[in-house]
């Protein structure tokens, strides 16, 4: 592959299996300030959602070529959007708002976007900062989990919403709340996927201290999607990618933020804002990390 940058090699212990640890080199317009907070992807491709300018970025997974743009029609929002999260269900694309603490549907078909308004919970209670960052669903028992990065109490909180479709339309039904405590307010959640063979939700996990990057911190948790409920839940780190991320402080921005596991890898990207709120001014360049799993 030639996008793949094999700059550093970890094996690490997931399980029973070793891994791999591998730095991918997104085409050269990921250069440009895009803030790329979410992740996800289907069989063939991955999907990178531009945190300000409101586009998805669509790329073959086989070798990181561009084969599409999703611009998303947000003109009746008039402060504007931060998309920190995203998620495929069928042929929708399920993107979170935090900035208004929302959750979209844009039909890959159709090309719609809608509002979704979940019963049982008022998400603009989680906009802005520190609202809700990731996204992900279990397509198998149509449940859909999000992340709110951090509350005052230094907990995440992972809210579990039954789905259904009805006319073409999803609904949502909130089920329960789940508390993963972290040690000092310097950690928080960033990312959320979802672990089919393992039956787990895998938590991006950020240690950041402001003005010390050499004390970032980047992992990667995993909590028993069993083990989910109105109660504090149990998390456990899966892996460390501390190492990896601070050797391409220099070279790429490092704020990891994106997270999207396939049964063959685990894939992350970084946010690289730089304070220009501009998608067209250029940047540190994006990172994508792929840890194989098998």
């Not at 931060?82 to 208004?100: A, P, R, T, V, Y």
Request: aromatic share 8%.
């Amino acid at each position: 592959m030639k996008n793949l940058i094999i700059l550093v090699i970890g094996i690490i212990s997931l399980g029973l299996n070793a891994q791999q640890i591998q730095f991918l080199d997104l085409p050269s317009f990921f250069d440009r300030e895009f803030e790329i907070s979410g992740l996800t992807g289907n069989e063939k491709n991955l999907f990178l959602a531009a945190e300000r300018c409101a586009k998805i970025f669509v790329i073959k997974k086989e070798d990181l070529t561009h084969i599409e743009t999703i611009h998303l029609n947000i003109n009746d929002i008039p402060n504007g959007v931060e998309i920190e999260g995203l998620s495929l269900f069928k042929d929708f694309l399920l993107l979170i708002d935090e900035k208004n603490g929302k959750i979209f549907s844009f039909n890959l078909k159709t090309k719609k976007l809608i509002t979704l308004k979940p019963k049982g919970i008022d998400l603009s209670l989680f906009k802005g900062r520190y609202g809700i960052e990731g996204i992900a669903v279990d397509e198998k028992s149509k449940v859909l989990y999000l992340l709110r990065e951090k509350n005052e109490k230094l907990q995440s909180e992972i809210h579990a919403f039954s789905m259904s479709e009805k006319d073409g339309s999803l609904n949502l039904n909130y089920r329960n709340q789940t508390l993963v405590q972290h040690k000092d307010e310097k950690w928080r959640y960033t990312g959320l996927s979802i672990d089919y063979e393992n039956n787990t939700l895998l938590c991006l996990k950020s240690y950041y201290v402001k003005g010390q990057p050499h004390l970032d911190k980047t992992e990667i948790d995993h909590i028993s999607i069993d083990s989910l409920s109105n109660k504090n839940s149990k998390s456990n780190m899966l892996l460390s990618l501390t190492k990896e991320v601070s050797f391409m402080r220099n070279s790429f921005a490092t704020n990891i933020e994106g997270i999207y596991s396939d049964n063959e890898s685990i894939f992350v990207t970084s946010d690289n804002g730089e304070g220009k709120k501009d998608c067209s001014q250029k940047s540190m360049k994006t990172i994508m990390i792929r840890v194989k799993k098998h």
